[in-house]
């Protein structure tokens, strides 16, 4: 659609001139030759361009009427009194630029295409945060059941603090989704939300990427670099996997949660910073404490408000709820061809396990859709992936028989290296413990870590 520009020009030929540039421009044009007519035409308008000095009100004062009626159209101040004074006072009051007379009809064309320009980023800028305010919304963390609901409840009451959060929970129940949630229901909503991957960072370039690092403090430090805490500045920082952080870096975080104060790498200025903390963890901490790979004074200043997101099997209520969200959801992604799911497929749903939790949902639903030709999932359409191995619920697992606990953890161990071929990242990941962790093992089993 073409944007419509509003002329107000008391001088009639000016006025004219102005109008057959704007059109020849590609831009609907009103004219008004007073500020008393142009004020019922703004809200039409997608730019005012106003004489300073008119006849009756001034084109100040019609601006200030407009900011006042919260009205955020771009005005553009002409004048031949371009002086310094009347073009601070415009710009104060809200213009969004100020052309002095004489100008030539290239550089009017320019301006206004400048301000429109401006307008367009602003206002699409208001409309992804729209958007990334409803991503996070109650409408798309779906949870009936009553534990989702005192998540929710406790979200609510939390966001509005600065308080640590430490959410606890297995892979995929949606730790990062109720971080964002907490973020943007809080007044920091409209600052940073900076994620921290602990497993993705490798322990020599963990420091330097959480704390920043200034030029020379190592080879290839050709320039000073702000670390994520710097950049998540008055907003939020979310620690993933905190359980995989090594001892040194937990000494750097504690002094940032105590002291709110971070040192760059190479240097020995202090620096303030505001964040809020929220870590995230599918580990058991104290488990952790007790074997002396996670700090005793980190986890109580980490764990102000816990919040534990229980795994889906245990709250069985929510699935129906969340397979048609992702029925939905993912059937508009990927060609729209799928309207619905049965309920023979849903109660097909209903009897897995989901080791995976709600991810591996999602990646269910996606799969079932994409290959289905149906415009409804049935239960032949479900395609799980039943190879992997299901969590062992309460009960069901015991040790062999004449074995002790430690030898049978002993024994899992060794296989895992043996697994691993002597790997011994590879083998804490399929141990499902941290790097720390495994290391404390076989330091007390007396094998060299």
Avoid at 83 to 99: I, P, Q, R, S, Y
Avoid at 176 to 205: G, M, Q, W
Avoid at 350 to 372: A, D, F, K, L
Wanted: charge should be neutral.
């Amino acid at each position: 659609m073409k944007k419509r520009i509003l002329v107000v020009e008391d001088e009639d030929k000016l006025r004219r001139i102005v109008e057959l540039q704007l059109l020849d421009a590609g831009f609907e044009v009103d004219k008004a030759a007073k500020a008393e007519e142009a004020l019922p035409l703004i809200d039409r308008a997608d730019l005012v361009l106003t004489d300073f000095k008119l006849p009756g009100m001034t084109g100040l004062e019609m601006l200030q009427i407009i900011r006042r009626q919260n009205t955020l159209v771009p005005v553009i101040i002409m004048t031949a009194f371009g002086t310094v004074e009347n073009a601070v006072e415009a710009m104060k009051a809200g213009a969004a630029d100020f052309l002095p007379k004489p100008f030539s009809l290239d550089h009017l064309t320019t301006v206004v295409n400048k301000a429109l320009e401006v307008r367009n980023l602003r206002d699409e800028n208001v409309r992804l945060k729209e958007e990334l305010g409803k991503k996070y919304n109650w409408d798309n963390i779906v949870g009936r059941s009553p534990a989702m609901q005192q998540i929710f409840s406790s979200v609510m009451r939390v966001a509005a603090s600065r308080a640590t959060v430490l959410l606890a929970g297995e892979s995929g129940v949606g730790k990062d989704l109720i971080a964002r949630a907490i973020h943007y229901h809080s007044p920091r909503r409209d600052r940073p939300f900076v994620k921290i991957n602990c497993t993705a960072l490798p322990e020599n370039l963990m420091e330097s990427e959480l704390f920043g690092y200034e030029k020379g403090a190592f080879t290839g430090a050709n320039m000073s670099k702000a670390g994520k805490f710097e950049q998540a500045d008055s907003g939020t920082v979310m620690l993933d996997e905190i359980g995989d952080v090594p001892g040194n870096i937990q000494v750097k975080l504690l002094r940032v949660l105590q002291e709110r104060e971070v040192e760059r790498l190479g240097s020995n200025k202090t620096l303030h910073i505001d964040v809020r903390v929220i870590a995230a963890t599918n580990r058991d901490l104290r488990a952790a404490l007790e074997d002396g790979t996670f700090r005793e004074d980190l986890y109580y200043r980490l764990n102000v408000v816990p919040i534990e997101i229980p795994p889906l099997r245990e709250r069985k209520e929510d699935i129906p709820y969340l397979v048609r969200f992702f029925v939905d959801k993912l059937a508009r992604e990927n060609g729209g061809h799928v309207r619905s799911i049965t309920d023979a497929a849903i109660d097909k749903l209903m009897q897995y396990s989901w080791p995976g939790n709600v991810r591996e949902i999602e990646n269910v639903i996606e799969r079932s859709i994409v290959m289905t030709t149906g415009d409804k999932l049935d239960a032949d359409d479900i395609r799980l992936d039943m190879n992997l191995r299901t969590r062992p619920h309460a009960g069901e697992m015991g040790l062999p028989e004449g074995m002790s606990l430690d030898a049978y953890e002993q024994e899992l161990i060794r296989n895992a290296l043996k697994q691993a071929n002597n790997n011994k990242s590879q083998a804490a990941r399929i141990l499902g413990l941290t790097r720390n962790s495994l290391r404390y093992r076989l330091t007390q089993m007396g094998i060299e870590s």
